[in-house]
């Protein structure tokens, strides 16, 4: 099924709060569960549920079934990834010597993340999984 701009948008979304739950819970368990360092916890975190998010925006969000482009998708998508990483990450450590507490860990994560959030939907939408704009006169898209 193909999406028009604001399907695609409520799937990104989706795919987000699902990203955050994975995140969240491996960082949960992780910290308060396994006494790990929180910048350890949130790499780990952030590392298990980044491969599922690449699949399901490609395949579920922006319906991608051709082969996957290591420089044109893979390593752009990782790339952003590691940006929303490393601020989460010293966000994630300000918090632990700061705070010393779970919550804060969570939602020093959540912040790192929620600043890169509408910029990651426009580098997918309109470049990592864009498709060539169709010729004139020909079939347009679907909603």
């Known amino acids: ?5 604001f399907g695609r948008l409520v799937g990104y979304s989706a795919v987000s709060a ?9 960082l949960v368990v992780a910290y308060a569960v396994l006494d790990w360092p929180a910048v350890v916890a949130n790499v780990v975190a952030v590392c298990v549920a980044a491969g599922p998010a690449y ?10 079934t051709d082969r996957h482009s290591l420089t044109g998708e893979i390593l752009p998508f990782w790339a952003y990834s590691l940006a929303g990483l490393g601020i989460s ?3 994630v450590g300000l918090a632990e010597m700061w705070w010393q507490s779970t919550v804060a860990v ?11 959030w509408a910029g990651k939907f426009i580098l997918l ?4 999984f864009a498709r ?7 079939a347009s898209e679907g909603p």
Do not use: C
């Not at 990203?19 to 819970?25: C, D, H, K, N």
């Not at 699949?55 to 991608?64: E, G, I, L, S, T």
């Not at 969570?106 to 890169?116: H, K, P, T, Y």
């Open 1 to 5: 099924m193909r999406w028009g701009f």
């Open 18 to 26: 699902g990203t955050v739950v994975v995140t969240q819970s491996v």
């Open 55 to 64: 699949y399901a925006n490609r395949r579920w969000v922006w319906a991608r």
């Open 89 to 91: 990450t010293v966000l």
């Open 106 to 116: 969570s939602a020093a994560n959540l912040i790192g993340f929620g600043v890169l």
């Open 125 to 128: 939408d309109r470049v990592l």
């Open 132 to 138: 060539p704009e169709a010729p004139a006169g020909s």
